[in-house]
């Protein structure tokens, strides 16, 4: 029996991985190592060289390039060896397909040409055939050589033994074995080195002066070791620690975000109240205002008939007549002169809007975030460090305030800055903060800012976390890649798992329901549920299952397009598939309803629609990574919108999903978003970021009209609350 050595594996690691340079991805050539302990082709080093350096390509040391140039660099021994091994197990001479012997040439046997090899000699370190082998062995000058079988070598068993056998060639000397150390010069030497300019140097043969320089490299690797520990012991605890900040800033975001709406709840209260109040004024002063006014116009009457009849009587009536009436004339006019022609006027108190004070300043704030320590598992306590930018604004804010009175008769204006919540009145804002909340991994990137619908429609929608869940499920052999999502009956989705071959029922908070099982061997990647039914595309065809998995029919689709979005119609009894940069629909008992190319015959060939779904309003939006754009058309193929502006950050367009008022969410996997669109096809900002928690989004739907349901690529699902401006 042969032990075996080293492993093949091994020395094909070697070979494909450490023996190869990392500059030119090819086998090492004239290995030098550089001081950072990292090797490559001298060529590749000499291409590098610049200024009298050469920048490491691993580590991006600086390392400066010796007087002598890059050939004075370290010439890597151990490669070297390791590469002499490579070459020899895979190389060597061949004769009819097979190794030849390298010593019958020689020798001048078999008319100049080496007989098939059958063994190998590891000190000389040449393929022998039988005969040679057998000399071999008789040999006095090599009949100590190992001569092992050539099979098992090129197999591997010999490795370790032949690295024990090799020597390393002096490159001054060609074949002289490198045998000593020069301790002055700390370099290799072979015989006719030692004797040459190093003769009265001292000098030890290399097994001695292992023995005598291992011990320190031991010592020192111990200490690298004992390092490393450290290192990965803070490399762990740094993760850790911005895990939990991303989990604490997901916590703090979604308590802002419940604090500003509860600070906005309050203000729309007192706005009410404040209404409500200056309604009631206006209307009692209306109501005795309308009374005065009555009696006013009664006096004025009764005194204008009076005064329109004594003069008429002084104007056209005889002596007689006027003497007759001027009794009762003079007794009218001194009674209505006796009477208080106006009555008395009651007060009128005008309504003055009065903000508290330190709304009108700009520096006013009513959110705060305060930094802390995590807790030590030493002292078991929290301690609070860095400054709190909440004392800072209040220091300022107090210095040479006055304190601000509205002119009357003028409407009140609050200076608020873009991006400050709501402003709530009273002195909550002295009071210090600390939120909670719940989400998932978060990157650096801020919350994004939702401006002002500029079409008059009042504020955006807005995110509100609800759940997040995974959809693996035990037992199963494969990690899960979400293709497909679609409502399935109230307040559940269908999850098409394309890698384990799955149509998955969850509900919104994340209970499994079960499946829905498919055909043999399908593989859903789009799903869409109709009426009692269930439609996804797998492997070029278009299926309609029943819930129980009973095909009810399926359709060929075009070959020329690796997936097919699905998509149901509201009205729930047909289906929509997109196919080679159409869109094609099917009633549900199978027919071809009708089929059209978004834009018209003039552009076929021009679109690629990879997802699509349907609005409430009976449109179709789709993602066209022909144009790079999304569009929008109506049920003829007529382009009613399309967007392909700067938004999409340079990225293909993903996912859509439409809510129950017609706003549009695209997803965006490479930058981490969902952005949102009005029906139209305008972009109005961002609505998800990572800082929602999103990583490599690839799928959503819409659940109700409200529930936005977002799948990442590691199998899990969050739920967002779409939020009306009228709520």
Known sequence: MVSQGTSPSLLETLSSDFLACKICL??????????????????????????GQVRCPECR?????????????KTNF????????????????????KPACTLCPLVGGNSGSGG????????????????????????RQTHAHRVVDLAGYRAGWYDKEARERQAAQCPQHPGEALRFLCQACSQLLCRECRLGPHLDHPCLPLAEAVRARKPGLEELLAGVDSRLVELEATRMMEKEALVQLREQAAKVGSQVEEAAEGLARTLLAQKQEVLGQL?????????????????IESQEQVAKAAAAFARRVLSLGLEAEILSLE???????????????TPALAPCLLPQLELQPALLDKDCRLLWLSFEEPQSQDDGGTLEAGVQGRDEAQSRSGEDKAEAHTPKGSRAQTPQED?????????????????????????????????????????????VFSWSFPIRMPGERWSPRITGLCPFGPREILVADEQNRALKRFSLNGDYKGTVPVPEGCAPCSVAALQDAVAFSANARLYLINPKGEVQWRRALSLTQSSHAVAAMPSGDRVAVSVAGHVEVYKKEGSLATRFIPGGKASRGQRAIVFLTTSPQGNFVGSDWQQNSLVICDGLGQVIGEYKGSGLHGCQPGSVSVDKMGYIFLTLREVNKVVILDPSGSLLGDFLTAYHGLEKPRV????????????LSNGTIHVFRVRSPDT
């Open 26 to 51: 090819e086998q090492l050539r004239a290995p030098k190592t550089l001081p950072c302990l990292h090797t490559y082709c001298q060529d590749c080093l000499s291409q590098l060289a610049d200024r």
């Open 61 to 73: 040391e600086v390392v400066p390039i010796p007087p002598g140039g890059v050939t004075a660099f």
């Open 116 to 139: 098939p090899a059958t063994a190998r000699c590891l000190d000389c370190a040449d393929d022998l055939c039988q005969a040679c082998a057998d000399g071999h062995r008789c040999s």
């Open 327 to 341: 009794g009762a004339i003079t007794k009218r006019l001194q009674q209505l002169q006796g009477c208080p022609w």
């Open 419 to 463: 991006g400050d919540p709501p402003m709530e009145r009273g002195s909550r804002s002295n009071k210090k903060k600390k939120f909670k909340g719940r989400s998932k991994s978060i990157s650096r990137e801020p919350s994004p800012i939702l401006r002002p619908n500029l079409e008059g429609s009042g504020l955006l929608p807005r995110p």
């Open 78 to 97: 151990f490669v070297n060896g390791l590469l002499d091994l490579v070459k020899a197990r895979g190389c060597g001479e061949l004769r009819a397909g």
């Open 700 to 711: 959503t739907t819409m659940v109700d009209g409200r529930y936005l349901v977002v799948s």
């Open 279 to 295: 309604r009631a004024h206006v209307e009692a002063v209306e109501e005795a205002t309308r009374e005065r006014l009555a009696k």
